[in-house]
């Protein structure tokens, strides 16, 4: 289990640095210093490989989610929790991987989408109501069209033509989208705290 870990962790790395489709077998065994062979003992093909690494970043992804949410004084410091976890998740990962998962690993792809479509979601929408019971976000807002307005805009950053790697940083430019979306639910006690939050960031 324990080389088992070494190929999926390597392959995670290298997959976040130069995207999936650019990197072979060849060259993650290399990497590693084991023989191609010895990676096909462990996984049958690239795509299983790929597999494995798009079920442990959404496994870790639900955790950090799940805590982060469960450890939050109030729904806005769950956001800035999110906020550093997209930080970390995104800072050095190539724009590309969504895509070459898209189109060259359906199976690794389907698994990202029941991720969305399900998991985030569901921490999305009870986000925004939890917000509403503390008087944080606005009473009127529709939850459900915010909530799938967020699911979409997550995708944003992945987009290539709207916003080219050569010009934007993934990490920065979710973070900002994020922002953008909190200012728009908050109250007036909702945004004197967003203030807060910032203020209790910048001063670290």
Same mark, same amino acid.
């Given at each position: 289990? *324990?080389?088992?870990?070494? $190929?999926?962790?390597?392959?995670?790395?290298? /997959? &976040?640095?130069?995207?999936?489709?650019? =990197?072979?077998?060849?060259? $993650?065994? #290399?990497?590693?210093?084991?023989?191609?062979?010895?990676?096909?003992?462990?996984?049958? !093909?690239? !795509?299983?490989? =790929?597999?494995?690494?798009?079920?442990?970043?959404?496994?870790?992804?639900?955790?950090?989610?799940?805590? @982060?949410?469960?450890?939050?004084?109030?729904?806005?410091?769950?956001?800035?929790? =999110?906020?550093?976890?997209?930080?970390?998740? /995104?800072?050095?990962?190539?724009?590309?991987?969504?895509? !070459?998962?898209?189109?060259?690993?359906?199976?690794?792809?389907?698994?990202?989408?029941?991720?969305?479509?399900? %998991?985030?979601?569901?921490?999305?929408?009870?986000?925004?109501?939890?917000?509403?019971?503390?008087?944080?976000?606005?009473?009127? +807002?529709? +939850? *459900?069209?915010? #909530?799938?307005?967020?699911?979409?805009?997550?995708?944003?950053?992945?987009?290539? @033509?709207?916003?080219?790697?050569?010009? %934007?940083?993934?990490?920065?430019?979710?973070?900002?989208?994020?922002?953008?979306?909190?200012?728009?639910?908050? #109250?007036?006690?909702?945004?004197?705290?967003?203030?807060?939050?910032?203020?209790? &960031?910048?001063?670290?």
């Amino acid at each position: 289990m *324990e080389i088992q870990e070494r $190929i999926r962790q390597k392959a995670d790395e290298l /997959f &976040r640095r130069y995207g999936i489709r650019s =990197v072979t077998m060849d060259e $993650i065994a #290399t990497q590693l210093g084991m023989s191609k062979k010895t990676i096909y003992q462990y996984y049958t !093909d690239k !795509d299983q490989l =790929v597999d494995a690494v798009a079920v442990d970043e959404i496994h870790y992804s639900q955790e950090c989610c799940t805590r @982060d949410a469960a450890v939050s004084a109030n729904a806005i410091e769950e956001i800035f929790r =999110v906020m550093e976890f997209v930080e970390i998740m /995104f800072r050095n990962m190539n724009p590309s991987m969504l895509h !070459d998962l898209e189109k060259y690993h359906p199976g690794g792809f389907k698994k990202f989408l029941e991720h969305k479509n399900k %998991f985030l979601y569901e921490m999305i929408k009870k986000n925004i109501e939890r917000g509403i019971k503390e008087e944080l976000y606005r009473p009127e +807002i529709d +939850i *459900e069209v915010m #909530t799938r307005y967020r699911l979409e805009s997550l995708m944003l950053g992945f987009n290539a @033509d709207l916003f080219p790697s050569s010009k %934007f940083n993934l990490a920065k430019l979710q973070q900002e989208i994020l922002e953008h979306f909190l200012y728009g639910l908050a #109250t007036l006690k909702g945004y004197k705290l967003i203030l807060k939050y910032k203020q209790q &960031r910048l001063n670290r």
